[in-house]
């Protein structure tokens, strides 16, 4: 075996004498330094050799090894192992490639806020449906068929008695009618009015609803709870104010308006949701004692909430899907 070994490492360097190329060089290194190659094979063969044998077959492979390696590595060198044929894959003196990635529209953001908000405040979520019957989105709602506030020929029919609905009110009957007081829910939106587009109008919209029912609930209850929320969303600084007004399944009825401070530097009011305490109509209309319960109620414009926030001052950016706009937010 020793024999053997002599020989692998004349005729490595016999086999290396012909390498012209890096191609011929991988095969050279493979065949006889690789892994199972017979230069890296005689140290492993070594325990197999007599035990007189052993130091000087060490010492053959020992230093064949080293040989054969130093006589590769000098004309890999040589060679250039042909790296300066082969494109780099990356340029890497080329600007870097810009990360992109996606993230979710300005109102799910506020959305996810405003849940996150009457979440902690224990209210529950739910959803309604966009295409509602008129016994959801009018009659239960105390908007009987001759109400001024249900003109047919301004609201989206599907058919005869299905609409696209024109406030997230209608969930308050939904959840009404599935659940017993106590109730506090907030419920989140879109509505549809066939509005004319400009800055402040859309003819579709988002809105936040809210309704809590219980025995003993009060106006104050209304007051705080929007405060509390006002200040948690908008800021501790926030000034808001409650301005009397009518909506027929709430009474009394109230308008919320924001103060802000205009371009001009001057202080405006704006209108950003209607509430007030659940009319007792509406508890008839879906079997809930209005003699023991009181609840109130609340509807907020998402857009208007976002815009007042984020600086915004036109709604349609809001629905133009230009990235410009949106990755701001
Ligand atoms: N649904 C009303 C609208 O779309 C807003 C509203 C007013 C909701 C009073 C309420 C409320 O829950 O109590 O204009």
């Not at 959803?127 to 908007?143: K, M, Q, R, S």
């Not at 109008?201 to 009060?218: C, G, K, P, R, W």
Request: charged share 25%; aromatic share 10%; with cysteine.
């Amino acid at each position: 075996m020793l024999d053997d070994f002599k020989k692998i490492g004349s005729e490595a360097a016999a086999a290396l004498g012909e390498v012209k190329d890096a191609a011929a060089l991988e095969e050279f290194r493979i065949k006889y330094l690789g892994r199972k190659g017979l230069v890296t094979g005689m140290l492993s063969q070594i325990g197999q050799l007599d035990k007189d044998d052993r130091r000087k077959g060490g010492q053959i492979a020992n230093k064949t090894k080293k040989e054969v390696t130093a006589a590769f590595e000098e004309l890999k060198a040589k060679l250039g192992t042909g790296a300066k044929e082969v494109k780099p894959l990356v340029d890497v003196t080329l600007p870097a490639v810009d990360v992109c990635s996606g993230k979710s529209h300005v109102i799910s953001q506020t959305v996810s806020e405003l849940l996150e908000i009457f979440g902690r405040m224990g209210f529950n979520i739910a959803y309604g449906p966009e295409v509602e019957d008129e016994w959801h989105n009018f009659i239960a709602l105390n908007i009987p068929q001759e109400h001024p506030a249900r003109d047919p020929v301004d609201n989206f029919y599907i058919d005869d008695t299905h609409l696209l609905r024109t406030q997230t009110s209608t969930i308050q009957i939904r959840v009404m009618e599935n659940q017993k007081p106590p109730i506090r829910v907030i419920a989140p939106g879109r509505v549809y009015r066939p509005d004319t587009v400009d800055a402040t109008h859309m003819f579709m919209f988002h809105q936040l609803e809210a309704l809590v029912v219980d025995e003993n609930i009060t106006m104050v209850d209304l007051k705080t709870s929007v405060d509390q929320f006002i200040h948690a969303f908008f800021g501790p600084e926030t000034k808001w104010r409650f301005r009397p007004s009518f909506f027929p399944f709430t009474e009394p009825s109230c308008e919320i308006d924001l103060l802000w401070i205009d371009k001009n530097g001057n202080e405006e009011w704006m209108e950003v949701g209607g509430c007030g305490m659940v009319d007792p109509n509406v508890f008839d209309a879906v079997g809930i004692d209005s003699e023991k319960y009181t609840g109130w109620a609340f509807g907020f414009g998402i857009e208007r909430l976002a815009m007042r926030k984020y600086g915004i001052t036109d709604i349609r950016l809001l629905f133009e899907n230009d990235l410009r706009f949106l990755s701001q937010f």
